[in-house]
């Protein structure tokens, strides 16, 4: 299965490389992001994209075709853990790794975990994903997110959803690499009515997974202090291992400037 998974992830990323499959969204990515000093150099490099997608189709295929085994805690995470499976919790996440392995480690490790997911456009595609996240026990809601999420905390539970995409509309902002991107308003709005922990959850590419302390006392400008933290990590984590941010495929700073074939 392994050597099957690495040969599909060369053939695929081979494929999406030779036909420039999301190169204009990501060349603009890199071109709106790339003014920071401390943006990562191997973004920059001819054969990023090709490493991009190779690490993108190896976690497809473990999703799609594999079962997975459950990460191994960080030492410094299991004090957070005990957090979120006691009590009401946010966890906001980022298209970095495989975050539906992360997911799905933390239901089976006791946490109550219910996650936002918009809909595939095309049915067909759709319906394959909702099977899939069966199989692996990972517990979506795809409409009227807010009112679930908002019940789902005052029921003591773990809600969690990724935080780094565009939210047309926000008139919330924060800045990742210098860059302006809009936020989802849902974190404030749950907060504001049901205070509680917030982390950030990731799987690291060594198959260890973290959780960050973000918020938990919410005087003064919490807001701002949340959105800053959050992009503070995700800024590492980008810095440290930019092939495995799928968001770089995503066109994320539509408020910046205009995307290829894209509406503004």
């Not at 973290?210 to 400008?221: A, H, K, M, N, V």
């Amino acid at each position: 299965m392994r050597i099957l998974k690495v040969l599909f992830s060369a053939i695929l990323a081979t494929l999406l490389f030779l036909t420039g499959t999301r190169h204009n969204v990501l060349r603009r990515n890199l071109a709106l992001m790339g003014r920071s000093q401390r943006f990562p150099r191997a973004a920059t490099t001819l054969l990023f994209p090709w490493k991009l997608g190779f690490y993108l189709a190896n976690d497809l295929f473990s999703f799609v075709f594999g079962r997975f085994s459950s990460p191994r805690m960080s030492s410094r995470s299991r004090r957070h853990l005990e957090t979120l499976r006691a009590g009401p919790s946010l966890l906001l996440c980022a298209h970095f790794h495989n975050w539906e392995r992360q997911a799905a480690s933390l239901r089976v490790a006791g946490v109550n975990l219910l996650g936002a997911a918009r809909p595939l456009r095309a049915p067909w595609a759709d319906r394959l994903l909702r099977q899939v996240r069966r199989r692996h026990g990972i517990a979506v809601v795809t409409h009227a997110v807010p009112r679930a999420a908002l019940r789902h905390l005052r029921a003591g539970g773990c809600f969690g959803l990724l935080w780094d995409q565009h939210a047309p509309g926000s008139p919330h902002e924060g800045r990742l690499f210098e860059a302006p991107a809009a936020l989802n308003p849902l974190p404030f709005f749950l907060l504001e009515r049901r205070p509680c922990p917030v982390y950030f959850g990731i799987l690291l590419p060594g198959g260890e997974s973290r959780l960050i302390p973000l918020l938990s006392r919410f005087e003064g400008d919490w807001p701002r202090r949340l959105e800053r933290r959050y992009h503070r990590v995700l800024e590492t984590l980008i810095r440290r291992r930019p092939e495995y941010w799928y968001g770089f495929l995503h066109a994320r700073f539509k408020a910046l400037g205009k995307y290829p074939g894209h509406r503004a």
